[in-house]
C-alpha cells in the first residue's frame, strides 16, 4: 500500500538559498511522482529534484 504524500511544510528548505521552481505535470505524472516519492518515503519535491538532476546529468553526458 502506498502513502499519501505529506502536506507541505513550512519548514526552511534543506538547500540553502533554493529557490522554488513550479513544474507543469499531468494528473496521471502526478500520480507516478507521488507514487514513487511515497515508496521512497521522500517528499514529492525531493524526489521530483532528484529525477532533475539524474536527467541533467544524463543530458550533459550526451552533450560531450
Known sequence: MLKTPQAPSNR???IKNAIRTPIALSPEE???ANEYAASQDR???SFMRSMYLRGLKQFEDERQ
Open 12 to 14: 526552511a528548505p534543506r
Open 30 to 32: 502526478l500520480d507516478v
Open 43 to 45: 517528499s514529492r519535491s
